[in-house]
Nanobody, 116 residues
Framework: QVQLVESGGGLVQAGGSLRLSCAASGSIFTFRYMGWYRQAPGKERELVATITGGGASNYADSVKERFTISKNNAKNTVYLQMNNLKPEDTAVYYC??????????WGQGTQVTVSS
């Protein structure tokens, strides 16, 4: 069983930055991809960014050029650097790890609140 633990959320003013971390209990090298999703109150969970085992990344249009996903295989950790944050980025951010078999693992979520 894989455990994912997110950290780094908090309260920040618009235009500020935060870096989220997702630490996995096992090797992240074996995952097909890992990513970050978010869910705002009253809305469905949505994709923010993903990164494959080979390092290829993908972003939602709303965060392109503001957010950067990266990973450190040696530390079994995936990061999300968020710059120029906007109030509409306020949400609970979840880490996802997807195995080649299609099995998904989710973290418990970390709250990001951006004040205007």
């Amino acid at each position: 069983q894989v455990q994912l633990v997110e950290s780094g959320g908090g309260l920040v003013q618009a235009g500020g930055s935060l870096r989220l971390s997702c630490a996995a209990s096992g090797s992240i090298f074996t995952f097909r991809y890992m990513g970050w999703y978010r869910q705002a109150p009253g809305k469905e969970r949505e994709l923010v960014a993903t990164i494959t085992g080979g390092g290829a990344s993908n972003y939602a249009d709303s965060v392109k050029e503001r957010f950067t996903i990266s990973k450190n295989n040696a530390k079994n950790t995936v990061y999300l650097q968020m710059n120029n944050l906007k109030p509409e980025d306020t949400a609970v951010y979840y880490c996802l790890a997807k195995r080649l078999s299609g099995v998904d693992y989710w973290g418990q979520g970390t709250q990001v609140t951006v004040s205007s």
